[in-house]
Every structure is written in structure tokens, then in C-alpha cells.
């Protein structure tokens, strides 16, 4: 089946670090990709999206290429800040009964200290 | 703005009790999710939904049930709850369609039972 390996947490940085957050996939088909973010206290939100090969998502400085020759979907910012401390999932998409039902990973604790 | 409410935010219950979790969305979704979030875990889907009365098992439906009555609320229901189902409970829901469509969560129900 579907499923989706990111790396584990917590990761800590200081502010203006540069960032990867490591995400693979195993998948039978032709997957979307997209990364969910988590800011404490809240639910997930969609950070960002790519649909097929080569694709890049971006949003608030966040950016994800889909590589289907690595099946890796690997999150990057060049310069954290603080208001980035999070979870992160990354996730795949999963078509069931015609509905694209997402499979996440196990999530990465971000924490960005000043 | 769109939105998902989960009537609690914090629950404690007994060993043996009958618990509801109740979610409301007003973006007119076809599709309904409840999740369970534990810490090393991720995300686990319990049940979904794509249409009122319909509901499909995910990959933990041991222990739990749900209902659709109306098309913007979905209810989770433990008949008979138990310490290991002390988690978070994330409800989320989408748009159907024949590609991806990006879910929108709650922010949590956290449920202890004693």
C-alpha cells in the first residue's frame, strides 16, 4: 500500500537557519504530493502542493520539488523564523471510492529558537 | 472564511462511558474524516464519509463508529471508551472530485479517559 516516511524530530534551529525536513514515499500509482503544517493549539493546514513529477510547491518562503526518480518530496526554507515552530506531515494523496483520501507520515516537530 | 468547529476542545471521560464527537462544517463537503493524532504516530484515519449516511472504514475503526445524519455534521461515537483511546481527535473535511482536494481540519479534540 500507499505510505509515506519523513524524518523524526525534533528539529531545532536557530533563526535564519536553513532548513530540510526529509520526506519519501512509496506509492502504486501517480500520487499528489503536498506538506500540511500544524502551529500549536490549531489544526493541520495545507502548506503547500505538487501534483506530478517535477513539480515545485511554494508558500511563505517554504518550497518542495516532487522527485519521482527518488520519491521524495523534501521540505526547504532558507531562512526559519521563529512563527515557523510547527509540526509538519507530509502526505500523499490516495484515491478510495473517487475520493483522494491523504495518507500522512508520522510528522517533524520544528522548533526555532531566537 | 471556511470552517470546521468540533463542539469540544477537551474532554475527560470514564472507562466504560459512551462518548460523542461531534463536527460541523459550513463548506458545504461532500467529504467528512475523523483522525486520531498520537505523538510518533501521525495521523490515523478512523472513518470517512463522502456522502450523508454513507461512511467507509479507514485504518483504525476498531472501537469506534460514526454517523452522518446531515450533510455538514459527522459524529464520532466510542460505545465503550477505553484508556488506549486517549488521543486527539482531528475532523476534517473536502470538496470530491477526481483529483486532490485539500482538506480543511479542526482544531482537536483532546479526549482522556480514566
Known amino acids: 500500500g500507499n505510505s509515506v516516511t519523513q524524518m523524526e524530530g525534533p528539529v531545532t534551529l536557530s533563526e535564519e537557519a536553513f532548513l530540510t525536513i526529509n520526506c519519501t514515499y512509496t506509492a502504486t500509482g501517480y500520487p499528489s504530493l503536498f506538506w500540511y503544517v500544524q502551529y500549536p493549539g490549531e489544526g493541520l493546514q495545507l502548506l503547500l502542493k505538487a501534483t506530478k513529477a517535477d513539480d515545485k510547491g511554494s508558500n511563505k518562503g517554504f518550497e518542495a520539488t516532487y522527485r519521482k526518480e527518488t520519491t521524495s518530496f523534501h521540505l526547504e526554507k532558507g531562512s526559519v523564523q521563529v512563527s515557523d515552530s510547527a509540526v509538519y506531515f507530509c502526505?500523499?494523496?490516495?484515491?478510495?471510492?473517487?475520493?483522494?483520501?491523504?495518507?500522512f507520515g508520522r510528522g517533524t516537530s520544528l522548533i526555532v529558537h531566537p | 472564511d471556511v470552517k470546521v468547529t468540533q463542539s469540544s476542545r477537551y474532554l475527560v471521560k470514564r472507562t466504560g462511558e459512551k462518548v460523542f464527537l461531534e463536527c460541523v462544517q459550513d463548506m458545504d463537503h461532500e467529504n467528512m474524516f475523523w483522525y486520531r493524532q498520537d505523538p510518533g504516530l501521525g495521523l490515523r484515519l478512523i472513518y470517512f464519509s463522502y456522502d450523508v449516511k454513507m461512511k467507509e472504514k479507514g485504518d483504525i475503526p476498531e472501537g469506534y463508529s460514526v454517523s452522518r445524519e446531515k450533510k455538514e455534521r459527522f459524529s464520532l461515537i466510542l460505545e465503550s471508551a477505553s484508556t488506549n483511546q486517549t488521543s486527539m481527535y482531528l475532523c476534517?473535511?473536502?470538496?470530491?472530485?477526481?483529483?486532490?482536494?485539500?482538506?480543511?481540519f479542526g482544531e482537536g479534540s483532546r479526549l482522556t479517559v480514566l
Open positions: 502526505a500523499l494523496s490516495d484515491p478510495r471510492g473517487g475520493s483522494y483520501i491523504p495518507t
Open positions: 476534517a473535511s473536502s470538496l470530491t472530485g477526481l483529483s486532490f482536494r485539500e482538506l480543511f
